[in-house]
């Protein structure tokens, strides 16, 4: 009993020191490099290079970042993510994006405490919690607090849409 105790206490070390190496590895790499490492936000990545955002959520910051998947770009009526990737419609892309950008770090015990959170664009993100997953406006915040070295990112299953100024 007390050798499988040990050899249970080491596992649980040993595993938590790979976890804790994994999340500093993470913390090198700034936003963009992270969600492009991650292989599942391509189109964010296409989308922030098109609006010309790459630099600044590669700057100090600290931002925090609801990221939608290449699945939650996929949800958007068809022809309005080419249509919101023309040249010509580069001020509303950014728009966009930069509701999904709120500034400062926010972690998600902390998102669960609010109403609502101002984002880089200048509207507000509504919050809430329902039967124990958090909303975004009416996106579903699917996997929480991965942090990078300029802040933290939030994955969300929409694309969030800014009201019309």
Do not use: C, W
């Not at 804790?20 to 989308?47: N, P, R």
């Not at 630099?55 to 309005?80: C, I, M, Q, S």
């Amino acid at each position: 009993m007390t050798k499988m105790l040990k050899s249970m206490v080491v596992a649980a070390t040993v595993i938590g020191m790979v976890g804790i190496g994994s999340a500093a590895g993470a913390q090198e790499k700034d936003i963009v490099d992270t969600a492009v490492a991650a292989g599942s936000f391509t189109t964010l990545a296409k989308a922030l290079q098109a609006a010309g955002l790459i630099e600044t959520l590669k700057g100090k910051g600290p931002f925090t970042v609801f990221a939608p998947t290449d699945e939650a770009f996929a949800k958007l009526p068809a022809g309005a993510l080419e249509d919101l990737l023309e040249p010509e419609n580069k001020a509303q892309l950014r728009a966009v994006l930069t509701y999904h950008v709120v500034p400062g770090m926010v972690m998600a015990s902390q998102v669960t405490g609010l109403k609502s959170a101002k984002t880089v664009n200048g509207q507000s993100l509504k919050i809430a919690v329902m039967g124990g997953t958090v909303m975004i406006n009416a996106a579903n915040v699917v996997k929480t607090d991965i942090m990078t070295s300029n802040g933290v990112i939030h994955v969300i299953d929409s694309v969030l849409m800014p009201a019309a100024k």
